[in-house]
C-alpha cells in the first residue's frame, strides 16, 4: 500500500504564537487603557462627589450672603426712639437721639469715671444716631432700656451703658461695639 504523503500545510506555532500574543497584549492594552482611564474618572467623579458637602459647607448660605449688610429704614423711629434690629444674628440698637442727650453725652466725654474713655464723637456718625451691637460686653446678654445713665441696663449682672453706648458701672469693662455702618441718604443706612 503506497503511503500518501498529506501536504500539511506548515504551521509556524512560533509566529502564530508571536502575533496571537501581539494581538491579545493590543488588546489587553486596550482593555487595560480603558479599564485605567475609566477608573481615573469614576475617581474623579467620586473625588469631586465626595469633596462636594464640605466644600458646599465652605460657601456661605444664601440667607447668609443676604444678611451680610442690611439697609434699616429710619424715617419710622421718632425722637428719643429707638429700635432693634437683627444683623448676623446679632442685636443691633438703633436710637434717635434728642437734642438733649446728644447734649448730655457729649457733656460725658471727659468723666474721668468712664471705664472705657471714648468721645461720642468717635463712636456715631451722624450725632443724632446711635447704631450700638446690643451685646453686654460682659458675658453677651441683651441688655434692656434702663440704668442711671439714659441708656440700658444687663440683666445679667447689671452693666450700664449710656446713650453713646458707653459702659457706665458693673463688670463689663468695654463699651457696646459699633458696627460698620453707612448713611446711604439721611433715613437709610447700611450696616455690614
Ligand atoms: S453679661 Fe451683662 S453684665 Fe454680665
Known amino acids: 500500500m503506497s503511503e500518501t504523503k498529506l501536504n500539511t500545510p ?14 491579545r497584549s493590543l488588546e489587553d ?19 469631586v462627589a465626595a469633596a462636594y458637602p464640605f ?13 451680610a449688610s442690611i439697609e434699616v429704614d ?16 446679632k442685636p443691633v440698637f438703633i436710637r434717635h437721639r434728642t437734642a438733649e442727650e446728644i447734649a448730655k453725652v457729649k457733656q460725658d466725654d471727659t468723666n474721668t469715671e468712664l471705664k472705657d474713655p471714648q468721645k461720642d464723637s468717635d463712636r456715631v456718625k451722624n ?9 453686654c460686653t460682659h458675658l453677651g ?16 449682672h447689671g452693666s450700664q451703658f449710656d446713650l453713646s453706648g458707653r459702659v457706665r ?17 439721611d433715613t437709610l443706612i447700611k450696616i455690614g
Open 10 to 23: 506548515k504551521i509556524n506555532v512560533e509566529t502564530y504564537n508571536d502575533e496571537a500574543d501581539k494581538n
Open 29 to 47: 492594552h486596550t482593555k487595560r487603557d480603558f479599564l485605567v482611564k475609566a477608573t481615573a474618572a469614576a475617581s474623579a467623579v467620586g473625588a
Open 55 to 67: 466644600i458646599s459647607t465652605l460657601q456661605p448660605a444664601s440667607n447668609v450672603k443676604a444678611l
Open 74 to 89: 429710619l424715617s419710622d423711629i421718632e425722637e428719643g426712639d429707638g429700635k432693634v434690629i437683627l444683623w448676623r444674628g
Open 127 to 135: 450725632e443724632k444716631w446711635l447704631i450700638v451691637l446690643a451685646v
Open 141 to 156: 446678654c441683651v441688655p434692656n432700656n434702663g440704668g442711671n445713665f439714659d441708656g440700658w441696663l444687663c440683666p445679667c
Open 169 to 185: 458701672k458693673g463688670p463689663a469693662s468695654a463699651n457696646l461695639e459699633v458696627p460698620p455702618y453707612e448713611f446711604i441718604s
